[in-house]
């Protein structure tokens, strides 16, 4: 469960990342935050889970753990058990797909052995299961440099797997896709979600993904919540409020071969 409580992130220049924020996610759940406005939140929502982004004020708490306020030692703790898939992938491209989503193992197998490349039988079966679950296994032993940006994202999201994660987050994780690999990379996710009931959150832009993929909805605007409900709820109007204007062709991503409406 994450449970954020009167949670609050102001920066130093004293803009308000979140405002008060009450909100839960039970686990298992698939949820979607939205915001069409730079800076309205969303990156900050996702990124106060993990501790990346510091909450100032109220209480954050994750798998039972109080996250405002922890330190060092606890947030390496917390972190074990949270995935995290960023826009730009993050692999090292110079090495392989293994290596890549063996990384996912360090903070069981520790900085020293890694380097080495010293993982274990099991550590490398479970690296093994979470390229097949992303269907790329038979790049393997290709360079991570050689791959599409999709499939760059889908080694991300298995090395993310390979950490064996409770919770798995992903900040803006098709922005720079396009629409049919778009689709497939939250295919990915939602039969992760669904297959091995991981909780899952993703930032998305993109409404129409948002609808066809998220259980739940979080609309967010200037740090605050301003919709949360499923997407059969979320209609032009609720978006409409969420981002403060009128909806544009850049809010949508086209539609993939083949589908209808």
Do not use: C
Request: charged letters at 20%; a positive charge.
């Amino acid at each position: 469960m994450i449970e954020f409580s009167d949670a609050s992130v102001t920066y130093p220049n004293g803009v308000k990342g979140l405002d008060g924020i009450d909100l839960t996610i039970p686990e298992g759940q698939f949820v979607v935050v939205v915001v069409g406005l730079s800076g309205a939140g969303k990156s900050t929502l996702v990124r106060t889970i993990n501790g990346l982004v510091p909450v100032t004020g109220g209480q954050l708490m994750v798998n039972g753990a109080t996250v405002s306020g922890a330190k060092r030692r606890k947030l390496r703790a917390l972190r074990s058990d949270i995935g995290m898939i960023f826009q730009s992938f993050n692999l090292v491209g110079r090495t392989s797909v293994m290596n890549n989503v063996l990384m996912g193992r360090l903070h069981a197998t520790g900085t020293i052995a890694s380097s080495l490349g010293l993982y274990s039988k099991a550590d490398k079966e479970l690296a093994f299961t979470a390229l097949e679950r992303v269907g790329i296994v038979e790049k393997a032993w290709t360079r991570a440099a050689q791959l599409s940006g999709g499939q760059q994202q889908r080694v991300a999201i298995a090395r993310a797997l390979a950490q064996d994660p409770r919770i798995m987050l992903a900040d803006e994780p098709v922005a720079s896709l396009d629409p049919p690999t778009a689709n497939q990379v939250m295919r990915d996710l939602e039969r992760i979600n669904k297959d091995l009931g991981i909780t899952t959150v993703v930032n998305l832009h993109f409404l129409d993904l948002a609808r066809r993929y998220g259980q739940r909805i979080i609309g967010m605007r200037s740090g605050k919540v301003v919709f949360d409900g499923t997407g059969e709820e979320a209609d032009d109007a609720v978006f409409e409020r969420i981002y403060g204007r009128s909806l544009t062709a850049e809010d949508v991503i086209a539609k993939e071969p083949g589908t209808i409406a």
